[in-house]
Every structure is written in C-alpha cells, then in structure tokens.
C-alpha cells in the first residue's frame, strides 16, 4: 500500500478553501497546535510492540523510519492496524512494515508541512486541495529541510485548536 508523502509549502492563493477559513486561524501555524514530537518505529518492529507505544502515549499514527538513515519511510495508521489484526490480514508478532503505508516518493510532487505552515494550508492539505484531490488524515511535520520528522498534525488538532481559541 503507498500513499503520497504527506509533508508540504503550499501557495496561500492556490487554495480558495485557505482564504474561506482564514478567519477561524488567524494568521495561526502549525506552531501553534503544539503538536507533540512524532513518536516512530522501525519497519522491522513487531506491530504489538508498535501498538503498546501507540496506546501508551494515546497517539492515532506512528511514522515509520529507516533503522539505518533514519529516512521517513511511511506510516501506520493504529487504527487500520487494529482492522487489519482483527481481520486476520496481519498478526501481532508480525514486523511494522508487513502492513505499513509506505510513502510514494517517484513521480508525486508532495507539500511540505513545517512548523511555520499557515493552519488554512493545512487544513487545505487534510481537504485534498493541491494533493491529487485526495483528503489526507494526517501530516507529518519536518523541518524546512526534510531532514527531521517534528510532529504530526491531525484533522482532529485543527477542529481542536479552533474550539478551545477564543472567538
């Protein structure tokens, strides 16, 4: 299974859904969800071991990185894990990567979220605008120069930072 890689710069003006929900963020970044620091495994971890971490830190998605350069390979949604373990398609003692969303690298342009990323382009990436239409459900925050995985932001942290900001 491959997806696109979800990190992204987006043109503000290239989205009209950015410029309909500016005014819910406010100049916001993605700085401003806090989201906490991304919390990885190895594709050659066993999948309960992946899911102890998960659920000891109550975390939906876990990135999964190369043991040897560290290279954002993919992701696993804990979610999709529990469905695939409850169909029987994979086991718990089998390895991450067994049923892990690899990431599309050839031929896929992809966006870059940092931390200085406006909310209304983030939120345009979880809607699918600029990514082949397709809605994202999450994006993995990196530096500017790719080299390290910050975070990860959901749909969910942006209905979350609009509820608890004051009108």
Do not use: C, W
Request: aromatic fraction near 6%; avoid cysteine.
């Amino acid at each position: 299974m491959e997806a696109p890689i979800a990190q992204a710069v987006a043109d503000p003006s290239s989205s009209n859904g950015a410029r309909r929900s500016s005014h819910k963020y406010r100049g916001a970044t993605v700085e401003d969800l806090d989201p906490p620091p991304a919390l990885s495994t190895s594709p050659k971890a066993s999948i309960s071991s992946a899911l102890l971490a998960a659920y000891e830190r109550d975390f939906s998605h876990l990135t999964v990185l190369s043991p040897t350069d560290k290279s954002l390979l993919g992701y696993v949604s804990i979610a999709h894990l529990r469905a695939q373990l409850e169909a029987k398609t994979v086991q718990d003692s089998d390895p991450v990567e067994k049923a892990m969303v690899r990431f599309q690298r050839k031929g896929r342009r992809y966006r870059l979220i940092t931390m200085e990323t406006r909310l209304e382009e983030l939120e345009a990436f979880f809607d699918g605008v600029g990514v082949d239409g397709a809605r994202q459900e999450f994006a993995v925050v990196t530096d500017p120069g790719r080299r390290f995985v910050l975070g990860v932001a959901t749909k969910g942290d942006l209905e979350e930072f609009v509820r608890r900001r004051p009108a």
